[in-house]
Nanobody, 126 residues
Framework: QVHLVESGGGSVQAGGSLRLSCAVYGYTGSSYCLGWFRQAPGKEREVVAGIDSDGSISSADSVKGRFTISQDNAKTTLYLQMNSLKPEDTAMYYC????????????????????WGQGTQVTVSS
């Protein structure tokens, strides 16, 4: 059973940075999709960025140039480096995983992911 645990959320001022981490437990496959999603109050959950086992990356237009998705060398931890944060980035951030293969389209699709973490809150004040 795949288990995901996020950490690293918090409160920052606009222009600040945070790095989110997601520890991935129990995954046994060699092909996978990993993603970061977020959900603000009253809004639908949306994709932030995704990465697959081949290293292909996709990211939402709203975060390009500011957020970077990556993995550690052991591929057991997923990261989201968030720079130049804006108040509109305030949301609960979730990491997600599923067995691959995946495409640029599927790694950005919420319904494609079967495993989710509990979320970590990011609050950006102006």
């Amino acid at each position: 059973q795949v288990h995901l645990v996020e950490s690293g959320g918090g409160s920052v001022q606009a222009g600040g940075s945070l790095r989110l981490s997601c520890a991935v437990y129990g995954y046994t496959g060699s092909s996978y999709c990993l993603g970061w999603f977020r959900q603000a109050p009253g809004k639908e959950r949306e994709v932030v960025a995704g990465i697959d086992s081949d290293g292909s990356i996709s990211s939402a237009d709203s975060v390009k140039g500011r957020f970077t998705i990556s993995q550690d060398n052991a591929k057991t931890t997923l990261y989201l480096q968030m720079n130049s944060l804006k108040p509109e980035d305030t949301a609960m951030y979730y990491c997600a995983a599923d067995y691959g293969p995946c495409t640029i389209v599927t790694m950005s699709t919420l319904a494609e992911y079967g495993y989710w973490g509990q979320g970590t809150q990011v609050t950006v004040s102006s």
